[in-house]
């Protein structure tokens, strides 16, 4: 069975937003200190690499990551790449022929390329696609860039319009060997009492490996 993992690897020299908390990890414990086990400790922003924002990440009324109904992470997902140019939001009309097939989609738009690079310009969404989106029973948008939001967007406009819709939000997930398609989705956030995001172990299986229980 081909599984896609879209999770990029999470180390210290990984990109993070200008002025959050970049990945650290001490080490308190190790074989070659004499101990007889490796512990370690981490410190990070919790929007790191993959990950699934909390609605309370931007709106005053939201609701922790620990309170986040998992069927939005799990379950078919599709698949689209677009071709917007990059620092756009991604438009409806960005979508050409492309149907709407699945409760999810995931935006490939090749505009964040090194996740241990940071560039301001990358891609994003419009407030008008989350609405048709919405309109169409998408429950998840997902993106291969840090926000569906412009880096400077302060206003969050597309993340306001998910709140309206009681949508979901995946980001930073890594897309580039992954064809257009469906397929089914696990995404889980750990459960962070309180948290604004969490990351994730992001995979792709193929469409109907959850139904069949593969």
């Not at 993992?5 to 959050?20: E, H, L, N, Q, Y």
């Not at 790191?48 to 986040?68: F, P």
Request: glycine share 8%; hydrophobic share 40%; net charge negative.
């Amino acid at each position: 069975m081909k599984i896609y993992d879209i999770t990029p690897v999470i180390s210290s020299r990984m990109a993070v937003f200008p002025g959050d908390v970049p990945y650290s990890r001490e080490v308190t414990l190790d074989f070659s200190s004499g101990n007889n086990l490796l512990l370690s400790s981490m410190r990070t922003t919790m929007h790191l690499g993959a990950h699934a924002d909390a609605s309370n990440h931007y709106n005053e009324q939201g609701e922790g990551i620990d309170k986040r109904d998992l069927s939005y992470y799990l379950g078919p997902v599709q698949v689209v790449r677009v071709t917007t140019k990059r620092g756009d939001r991604i438009k409806l009309e960005d979508l050409g022929d492309e149907q709407v097939n699945a409760q999810r989609i995931l935006f490939c738009t090749g505009s964040y390329p090194d996740p241990d690079s940071w560039n301001s310009d990358f891609t994003s969404l419009s407030p008008d696609l989350v609405d048709f989106l919405a309109s169409h029973g998408v429950i998840l948008v997902g993106i291969d860039t840090p926000s569906i939001d412009p880096s400077e967007d302060k206003a969050l406009l597309s993340h306001a319009r998910v709140a309206h819709h009681k949508m979901a939000i995946l980001e930073g997930v890594v897309l580039e060997t992954v064809p257009q398609g469906i397929y089914d989705l696990i995404a889980l956030p750990l459960k962070i009492e309180n948290a604004d995001a969490s990351p994730v172990r992001a995979v792709l299986l193929p469409s109907g490996s959850l139904t069949l229980g593969i």
